[in-house]
């Protein structure tokens, strides 16, 4: 098993930033891909950002260029610099990661206000 713990959502306005942080506990041996999904009302949850092991990385083509996704994998933690938001990126945002199953946080509120 595997526990994700997401912080550093909240209220920002419009071209601001947050940082959101996500760490990994439990079974956190050979932790594969981690990264972030997010979930706006009424839409699907959709990928954000995805780092694996290695360090390769995907994102979005909505936040590309504004997001950056980082890996400590001494801290088994996965951060989410997010630049230059707009209100659109407004959705719970939430922690994944992969080890033989998937396993999801439980999900920060990011709200951006125009």
């Known amino acids: 098993q595997v526990q994700l713990v997401e912080s550093g959502g909240g209220l920002v306005q419009a071209g601001g930033s947050l940082r959101l942080s996500c760490a990994a506990s439990?079974?956190?041996?050979?932790?594969?891909?981690m990264g972030w999904y997010r979930q706006a009302p009424g839409k699907q949850r959709e990928l954000v950002a995805l780092?694996?092991?290695?360090?390769?990385?995907n994102y979005a083509d909505s936040v590309k260029g504004r997001f950056t996704i980082s890996r400590d994998n001494a801290k088994n933690t996965v951060y989410l610099q997010m630049n230059s938001l707009k209100p659109e990126d407004t959705a719970v945002y939430y922690c994944?990661?992969?080890?033989?199953?998937?396993?999801w946080g439980q999900g920060t509120q990011v709200t951006v206000s125009s």
């Open positions: 994944y990661a992969e080890r033989i199953y998937e396993y």
């Open positions: 439990g079974s956190i041996f050979s932790i594969g891909a």
């Open positions: 780092t694996t092991s290695g360090g390769s990385t």
